[in-house]
Every structure is written in C-alpha cells, then in structure tokens.
C-alpha cells in the first residue's frame, strides 16, 4: 500500500519560532510513531534564518550600499538562529514554503536521496508554470538561466534527527526581491536570487502553486497526498491531543 503524507495549509505571515517549536513537537511525535508523515505549506513573515553554516559576513549591514535598507529594514526583521542546514535564508511573503516532517526510514530514503527528491520537487512544480529550473552541480536547490547566468529561484535546508526530518523548501513565487539585499541568502550575490514573477513577467496564483509544489514533493518521496482541512488550528489540536495522550499513557 502507498505510504501517506497529509498536507496542512497553515497560512501566511505565520511567525518563523512558532513554525519552529511546531515543528519540534511534530518531529518528536514522529519518532515515535505516533502521527503520520506531514507537510506544512505556508508563507512567513519577514524574518531571516541562520543556519548551521551561517557566518557574520552573511548580513551586509557593512555594506555601505546597502546601509541605510539594512538599518530601517533590521529593526523590524527577526534573526533566528536555527537547525537546519545551510548558511543565511530570507522568509518573507510572497516565498511558499514546504516543511517536511518526514520518517526517512518509512519511505527508504537516506538523506541524499530526499535532498534530491525535494529539489526535484521544486523543479517540477516550476515546469508546470512553463520555468525550466534545474539542479547545478555543488550547489543545492532551483536554478533558472535567466540573460546568460544561473539565478536561484528554490532553497533547500533540513535537519534530521533519529531518522525525522524538518525544515525543507522554499520557492520564491512572487517577492520583495530588494529584500534579499540585507544579506547574502545561501552566500551568494543578492542579485542572483529571483523569483517566478520576475521570470515570467506575470502574477502567480500563490494558491494553485501551493498544492501543486505539496503534490510534487508526495509524488517524488513516493507518497499519496492527503489534504486536511482545518489549517494551523486543527494542526495545533492534533498535536496537543497526542502530547496528552502520551503523558497520560
């Protein structure tokens, strides 16, 4: 029988360290058995994420060019030391973000294995909006080739404890890429990051890309998706019914 991953939808402007302690809950109750395989799909608000990776020179508050965005825009901008993989990360509307609370062992995968099937994910929902994306040797994510260089339009990051996953993707849909100036996102260039908008010319139904980039993860982790109605509150409730569950057994 095909394995299962239930797809939640849990919002927009839904902050970075309430997603992160939600997802430490979700983990643990993984490990245990005691829920199913899960992906959040959501939009953060404006934060930015160091991951394990991260160094100093990854925000360009130094950067005289970028001096007066960085200092109006960090006042209002969380930074959040994080467990993922990879270096500095920018969240922000606009960005649909994938988090994938996944047992590696109940679907065969090692780590490599779901890296790649979460970048090939990215790069097949991106080609169901006509964008040619692909993967490029030593570097993690989504590319487009856009007027004679590589641009980076998905990232990737995760931590895996005890075989679960958490973290995951993110694609740039329709951004503030100005943004991106605050810092150097995966170490690279601000002007290398680009977003579906920009590459098409056009709007994009941020909700139409949502369920077809959680169709495309299922489908490359050899799953079914199931959709649960309800959003972050129905998550929460599950969740806290587990956990109480689990104390008094």
Same mark, same amino acid.
Not at 125 to 153: C, P, Q, T
Not at 158 to 187: P, Y
Not at 201 to 209: L, Q, S
């Given at each position: ?19 992160l302690?939600?997802?430490? #809950? ?7 058995? +005691? =829920? ?19 160094s100093? !020179?990854? +925000? ?13 825009? +960090?006042?209002? %901008?969380? %930074? ?17 973000? @994938?988090?994938?609370? &996944? ?14 099937a ?10 169901? /909006?006509?964008?040619? @994306?692909? #993967? ?6 989504? /590319?487009? *080739? =856009? !007027?004679? /260089? /590589? ?8 931590a %895996? ?14 951004? !503030? +890429?100005? $943004? *991106?100036?605050l810092?150097? @996102?995966?170490?690279?260039?601000p ?8 590459v098409?010319?056009?709007? =994009?139904?941020?909700?139409? *890309?949502k ?5 495309? &993860? ?5 799953? $079914?998706?199931?959709f ?16 109480v ?5």
């Amino acid at each position: 029988m095909q394995k299962v991953i239930e797809i939640h939808d849990i919002g927009v402007s839904v902050p970075y360290l309430l997603c992160l302690e939600l997802q430490e #809950r979700l983990r643990n109750l993984r490990s245990l058995n +005691l =829920i199913a395989n899960k992906l959040l799909l959501l939009e953060h608000e404006p934060t930015i994420t160091l991951g394990r990776s991260s160094s100093n !020179d990854d +925000l360009l508050l130094h950067n005289p060019s970028e001096k007066a965005l960085s200092s109006r825009s +960090l006042i209002s %901008i969380p %930074i959040v030391q994080c467990n993922r993989g990879g270096s500095a990360m920018l969240h922000l509307p606009g960005q649909v973000v @994938a988090y994938a609370i &996944v047992h590696l062992k109940d679907i065969g995968f090692d780590v490599m294995q779901f890296l790649y099937a979460l970048e090939v994910s990215m790069i097949k929902a991106l080609s169901m /909006w006509r964008i040619n @994306a692909a #993967r490029l040797e030593n570097h993690r994510g989504a /590319w487009v *080739f =856009i !007027d004679g /260089w /590589w641009h980076k339009i998905g990232f990737v990051g995760l931590a %895996i404890r005890r075989w679960v996953s958490m973290h995951g993707i993110a694609v740039n849909v329709s951004v !503030d +890429l100005s $943004m *991106f100036r605050l810092l150097r @996102a995966c170490k690279l260039p601000p002007d290398v990051i680009c977003d579906m908008a920009s590459v098409l010319g056009r709007t =994009i139904n941020i909700g139409e *890309f949502k369920k077809a980039l959680a169709e495309c &993860v299922a489908s490359a982790l050899g799953m $079914m998706p199931r959709f649960v109605n309800g959003g972050l509150n129905v998550l929460l409730e599950e969740v806290e019914a587990v956990e109480v569950g689990l104390s008094s057994g």
